[in-house]
């Protein structure tokens, strides 16, 4: 399985709905102090289902939601999702007919995080255990 996509909405200092696409070969982050390098690789690891707010780089989950700007407001979720492509069929054994599979993750203030595969609601255990 290999990334291909990267969609934010909300998350840390990604307000508007961003994607990344990312090529064969070396994909790199760059850009000056403060623009958001680290916040692309949090929502990664935030997606995949990191469950350490510290590693985050906050004190509670709900501190990667946007928390708004002088010219932005806040907003109340925050969403990653991660397309992998599975045309080779070495994914996990349920996802084996599937040639693209997306992994998303929601969370809303005083909800708590949802997890879903392929827009079907899934445990965190289950996205936690995709990519083992």
Do not use: H
């Amino acid at each position: 399985m290999e990334f291909k996509k990267l969609e934010l909405t909300g998350f840390k200092s990604f307000v508007e709905k961003t994607s990344f696409f990312i090529e064969k070969g070396l994909t790199g982050i760059v850009g000056p102090n403060g623009c958001g390098k680290s916040n692309i690789i949090e929502s990664i690891r935030w997606c995949m289902g990191e469950t350490s707010a510290k590693s985050m780089r906050g004190s509670g989950m709900e501190d990667v939601i946007f928390a708004g700007t002088a010219n932005k407001t806040s907003k109340n979720i925050a969403e990653v999702t991660l397309t992998l492509d599975n045309s080779n069929k070495d994914g996990p054994i349920q996802f084996k007919e599937l040639d693209i599979v997306n992994i998303k993750r929601r969370i809303e203030k005083d909800k708590g995080s949802r997890y879903f595969v392929n827009n079907k609601e899934v445990r965190a255990r289950d996205v936690q255990t995709f990519f083992c």
